[in-house]
Every structure is written in C-alpha cells, then in structure tokens.
C-alpha cells in the first residue's frame, strides 16, 4: 500500500521576481483608464491596503512578504524531504499555456518521461535568482504512476485526459514555479514529478487568457467560456485520487499549488485586491477539517472571490478527506497590494 503526503503550497510568479516589482500587477491596475478615480490613491482603499503600501509604495511588505513566503516553500521542502516521496503529484492550473484554443481539457494527467523547460527564455521581468535566458531546469517524470492514477480515475468515472507529451508549452507556470519554489535554494530536485491539470480559470482562460484583464471586459458575458468543473467536482476527483494512489506500491505526494483569491479576478473590487474576508472563512474551514463546507461551496461564489486557483486545493481537500487527515499545521500570509492571499498546509503520512 502506498503512503500519502498531502502539502499546499503557492506558485504565485511574483515571488519568482525582484521586491522592487512585486506590485507591479496593482500598478498596471491603478493605469486602467475604467478604474474610478477615487480608487486611483490610496486615501480610496482600505485601511489595511493603506498600511501594506505605506511610505514606500509597498517596497518593506514586500521583502516581509517574501520571507514569510520563503520560509513555509523551505519548511514544505524539508516535509517533502523527510517524506522521500518516489513520486510527487502536482495539481495546477495552465493559464493559456499548454492548453489553447485547439482543446480545453477539464483534468489532464501529464505523464512525461521527463520536463525540460528555459521559465525565462521569454521572460519580461528579472528573476530574483538573476539566472540567464537559457538556464535550463530537467525534471524526471514518472509515466508509470501517471497511467495507474490516470487508468484508476477512468475506472472510477472521471473522464481524465492524459499526455505523453506537451502540446504547446513545455510546462505551465503553476506547475514549474512549484518546483523552483521548491527548490529555492538550488539545491537540486530529485524526486520525479505527475503535473496534474485542472482548467481552473473555466470561463476566463480563453476570453482572458487565463491572466489580468482589463476592467472594461470583466462583465461581458458573451466573450467568456464555457466554465471549470465545479468545487465539487474536483474534490471527488482528488478523493477517487487518494483512493488509487493509496493502493500503488509508491509513497506519493499529493501537492495543491496555487494562491488564493485573486485581485485581478475581481471585478466587484475593481481588481485592486483579492476577497481577503472569503479567504480567511474558507482558510478557517480549512484547518477545522471541515470538508463538507469546501465540497459543498458552489463555482459561482469562487469566480466572484476570484478563488478559481482554489480548484487545485479542492483536489487536495478531497484527498485528504478519503485520507481522514485534517492539517497538522497550517498557516494565511494575507497580502493586500500583492494580488493574491497564500496558504500553506501540511498533512503529513
């Protein structure tokens, strides 16, 4: 029988840049010409936005951020570490990535033999490693556990996709932030890797390509796409997962990989900053266990908190539900003027 880890984690991308533009998505926010006056200086925020962005236009959060950040991605590494895993699932989002407008599969199991991947060949920022153009990252994949979980899922009744190789993009944001996250310190990634597609971004990943809009396109229904599964939906299908990866002969590690709301996938903030008051109800039900409320929550109160990365954790939730694991530690770095709240959780084996 197989052991399960369950980890959730961030791959937000500005922790992958320099301090000085970690806010830089709220500044292309506050140059949108539909964005109301009032909300354009600070004295029209909230007070707790106020305080983050302070005298120096967010530069001190920043680096407050990035070391709360760092220090649970080092403390998840070193879980990972003592675990040993010989296989490490990851559940992410593609963002206009790998999947296009040629197919949009709901759930895509992506058993490569191995990933190789330049993250900042096209790259518009400074990575905060100042790693060149060409750096190059090599991962193992694992396709024999990648075809039992996908085999399993399917004989469970989840219409999964699966890929032996990339269509469009060697490896989506979600999943290779994940592992230089990971591997912040460079110290080398040797455990093979399953990402695990979920179109989360449903109605926004083609109309939007899956990133920041402007605010003039957020209410036209008639451009979106057809929606992501539903809560409910992934948290059966990360049950049935455990289920199959619980009777392989591998010790797995199940990781959800995502933030959580999104500023600039809320209208109903004007995209200035995520749903910190949805976040911090679903974080509570979180670390109580209570799983009953994540798989009853409904798609359309996650696409008004801008919460569609949370499908990921959905995935995880149901796991580790089958599991009857509740988190041993857990922990919300709140961010106003960064985008997007994080979470981390460990459910250890």
């Given at each position: 029988m197989g052991a399960i880890l369950g980890l959730g984690m961030t791959h937000v991308p500005l922790l992958a840049g320099r301090d000085q533009d970690m806010s830089r998505i709220l500044r292309r926010v506050l140059q949108d010409p539909d964005l109301p006056e009032r909300y354009r200086r600070p004295e029209g925020w909230p007070e707790a936005m106020r305080r983050e962005w302070g005298a120096d236009e967010g530069l001190a959060a920043a680096a407050r951020h990035r070391d709360a950040l760092l220090a649970w991605c080092r403390k998840t590494r070193r879980a990972l570490d003592d675990f040993a895993p010989d296989v490490v699932v990851v559940w992410g989002d593609d963002q206009y990535e790998n999947f296009k407008e040629d197919v949009i599969p709901p759930f895509c199991v992506l058993a490569y033999e191995a990933i190789e991947h330049r993250p900042?060949?096209?790259?518009?920022?400074?990575?905060?490693?100042?790693?060149?153009?060409?750096?190059?990252?090599?991962?193992?994949?694992?396709?024999?556990?990648?075809?039992?979980?996908?085999?399993?899922?399917?004989?469970s009744g989840f219409d999964v996709s699966y890929a032996y190789r990339p269509l469009h993009h060697p490896l989506g944001h979600a999943f290779m932030n994940t592992l230089l996250?990971?591997?912040?310190?460079?110290?080398?990634?040797?455990?093979?890797?399953?990402?695990?597609?979920?179109?989360?971004?449903?109605?926004?990943?083609?109309?939007?390509?899956?990133?920041?809009?402007?605010?003039?396109?957020?209410?036209?229904?008639?451009?979106?796409?057809?929606?992501?599964?539903?809560?409910?939906?992934?948290?059966?299908?990360?049950?049935?997962?455990?289920?199959?990866?619980?009777?392989?002969?591998?010790?797995?590690?199940?990781?959800?990989?995502?933030?959580?709301?999104?500023?600039?996938?809320?209208?109903?903030?004007?995209?200035?900053?995520?749903?910190?008051?949805?976040?911090?109800?679903?974080?509570?039900?979180?670390?109580?266990?209570?799983?009953?409320?994540?798989?009853?929550?409904?798609?359309?109160?996650?696409?008004?908190?801008?919460?569609?990365?949370?499908?990921?954790?959905?995935?995880?939730?149901?796991?580790?539900?089958?599991?009857?694991?509740?988190?041993?530690?857990?922990?919300?770095?709140?961010?106003?003027?960064?985008?997007?709240?994080?979470?981390?959780?460990?459910?250890?084996?």
């Open positions: 900042w060949a096209e790259a518009r920022w400074p990575n905060v490693w100042d790693e060149p153009k060409d750096a190059t990252f090599v991962y193992k994949g694992h396709r024999p556990a990648a075809k039992r979980l996908a085999s399993g899922l399917l004989e996250f990971l591997d912040y310190d460079r110290q080398g990634f040797p455990y093979p890797v399953i990402p695990f597609q979920v179109n989360c971004y449903g109605r926004r990943v083609i109309a939007q390509h899956g990133t920041m809009g402007a605010l003039a396109g957020m209410s036209d229904e008639e451009r979106l796409d057809p929606p992501s599964p539903p809560p409910w939906r992934c948290f059966d299908l990360g049950r049935a997962a455990a289920r199959v990866l619980a009777d392989s002969p591998w010790r797995v590690a199940l990781i959800a990989s995502s933030s959580w709301s999104h500023a600039f996938l809320t209208p109903k903030h004007h995209l200035l900053h995520p749903d910190v008051t949805a976040d911090r109800a679903m974080y509570e039900t979180l670390r109580k266990g209570d799983y009953d409320a994540w798989r009853a929550t409904p798609l359309a109160a996650i696409e008004d908190s801008g919460q569609q990365e949370m499908l990921n954790w959905m995935c995880l939730a149901g796991a580790m539900a089958e599991l009857g694991r509740r988190p041993s530690e857990t922990t919300f770095i709140e961010s106003w003027i960064f985008n997007s709240n994080k979470v981390f959780a460990m459910f250890p084996a």
